[in-house]
């Protein structure tokens, strides 16, 4: 069966880090581009990042780019999401997916193959 299991997320200062990591089981790792999610309280779920399957062309929603960095490493399927500089609005549950299609396509098309159960990220003043 095919798991993604988000880990790292927490309470963290405004300004802080967290690094979000999701390992992969039950599927070829390297054959599924990657993406982080996220669903803020009351919100709707929108993307955060993608990655491709070597890792070679990420893409980043506007309201973190320069602040967060996917990565993957296939030999450990695991994909990672470094956030730095946190702000109030990084508030939210975020979830890892990966996706059979094209990397650039997930961005604008949450309809992803496979979804972990999410990690809660808060953020305070």
């Known amino acids: 069966q095919v798991q993604l299991v988000e880990s790292g997320g927490g309470l963290v200062q405004a300004g802080g880090s967290l690094r979000l990591s999701c390992a992969a089981s039950g599927l070829t790792f390297s054959n599924y581009a990657m993406g982080w999610f996220r669903q803020a309280p009351g919100k709707e779920r929108e993307f955060v990042a993608a990655?491709?399957?070597?890792?070679?062309?990420?893409y980043y929603a506007d309201s973190v780019k320069g602040r967060f960095t996917i990565s993957r490493d296939n030999a450990k399927n695991t994909v990672f999401l470094q956030m730095n500089n946190l702000k109030l609005e990084d508030t939210a549950v975020y979830y890892c997916a990966a996706y059979n299609g094209n990397t650039a396509a997930i961005p604008r098309n949450s309809a992803m193959t496979y979804w972990g159960s999410g990690t809660l990220v808060t953020v305070s003043a």
């Open positions: 990655i491709s399957r070597s890792g070679g062309s990420t």
